[in-house]
């Protein structure tokens, strides 16, 4: 007897949770197991931002805190938009969330109804997906390639737009490509939405900070975008606050309240202590980031010339976040070992068997010749996993 909802029923598990969970299940068995499946770096919080956590909790800041978020961290926040992406937002504008994976939720259950259309350039962020389809959006996927650097052009968007579209979301830089729009690729694309003036965008803008690209565009920035732009962001990536879960919108007031709406029947306002603590991240000048992010850059270059070494793996060279996405399909149709490869779920569990490293597959970014790994680990790690699969496809 099933007497689970269809929604659950229907709804696929995180692949790269699912690998994670594999990963330590094998850890646990005492294999000696690389997992390069998740998003999450290897650093621990900036003190002076744990300095701000204490204070608060020696303030007693322990009590409900407001829906949408406490009133100095949504200034701390308009400041930030202002410094980092020349956004004129007020307060009115922003609301806090437990994460941005919540920040994305709310917009899918306030804007999208049954049947409505979200264009999601492929790859993207394995649940932009499933939040869509949770909402009665259907996802309207559009492919790309390594040798286009994953990146959509203004003749893919037109293609894919019709009377019900609704929304297109992206990520930039990009989770799983590491590919970063600069303001001409955008501004291409802002052209094509000008004729689609009811089209609105979700840009997800969560690896901002750990960028090799030397410059980041918001296209809420280029006139025109900005009421119909919901950016999203948050403190996870750039400081190492992953588990202090605090994400945030910049959207039009409308669009602002009805996600405080749905908020205050969910989950109510975010953690306390984690808000007063990114008070201090997001009012810190981003140069306090220089030494992860230059880390970031060296093991990326390290990556990317021992996958160049690698046999049958395409690559384009990511421009930001902390991943590789190279194109496997080389390997489809071939037997390695006695394992036949038919695609990426197959290539990604040989690595896990045979090389003992864990990846997620491309498939769950809609991508399926390519397979996602993290470089979120020392240099020693990589340089180890990455010889081990060169010598599992030998």
Not at 225 to 246: E, H, L, P, S
Not at 255 to 266: D, E, L, R, S
Not at 273 to 286: E, L, S
Request: hydrophobic content about 40%; overall charge negative; charged content about 20%.
């Amino acid at each position: 007897m099933n007497f689970l909802s269809d929604r659950i029923n229907n709804l696929s598990t995180s692949q790269t949770l699912a690998m994670a969970a594999k990963a330590r299940e094998l850890k646990a068995q005492g294999i000696d197991i690389i997992s390069l499946s998740l998003g999450e770096p290897d650093f621990n919080t900036p003190d002076f931002i744990k300095e701000a956590a204490k204070r608060a909790i020696d303030e007693n800041y322990s009590t409900y805190t407001p829906v949408e978020g406490y009133a100095d961290l949504k200034e701390a926040i308009c400041r930030k938009f202002k410094r980092d992406n020349n956004l004129d937002y007020t307060p009115a504008n922003i609301v806090v969330s437990t994460g941005a994976k919540q920040s994305l939720y709310n917009i899918a259950q306030v804007m999208i109804n049954p049947g409505d259309e979200v264009i999601l350039p492929a790859p993207y962020w394995v649940s932009y997906y499933e939040i869509i389809k949770i909402a009665g959006g259907i996802p309207v996927e559009v492919p790309t390639s390594v040798e286009t650097d994953f990146k959509i052009t203004p003749e893919q968007l037109e293609a894919a737009i019709t009377p019900k579209t609704k929304m297109i979301w992206y990520s930039s830089p990009c989770n799983p490509s590491g590919s970063v729009f600069n303001r001409e690729e955008l501004t291409a694309l802002a052209k094509v939405l000008e004729k689609h003036p009811n089209i609105f965008v979700v840009s997800d803008e969560i690896y901002e900070h750990i960028n090799f690209s030397g410059t980041f565009c918001s296209i809420a920035s280029i006139p025109g975008m900005f009421d119909r732009t919901i950016t999203v962001n948050g403190v996870a990536k750039a400081f190492a606050m992953t588990g202090w879960r605090i994400g945030y919108i910049g959207a039009n007031e409308t669009i602002a309240k009805a996600c405080t709406k749905m908020q205050g029947q969910v989950t109510s306002g975010a953690n306390s202590i984690a808000q007063r603590a990114t008070i201090a991240a997001v009012d810190a000048d981003p140069s306090v980031l220089h030494d992860m992010v230059k880390a970031f850059h060296s093991r990326r270059d390290l990556v990317v010339g021992l996958i160049k070494e690698i046999p049958g793996l395409k690559l384009n060279v990511p421009e930001g976040a902390f991943y590789v996405f190279p194109d496997v399909s080389s390997f489809f149709g071939k037997t390695l070992r006695g394992t036949e490869i038919k695609n990426a779920d197959d290539f990604s569990m040989y690595l896990l068997a045979e090389a003992n490293v864990a990846t997620v597959t491309g498939d769950a970014f809609g991508n399926p010749n390519c397979i996602r790994f993290s470089y979120a680990t020392s240099e020693e790690i990589l340089t180890e996993a990455l010889k081990r699969i060169k010598e599992a496809l030998a």
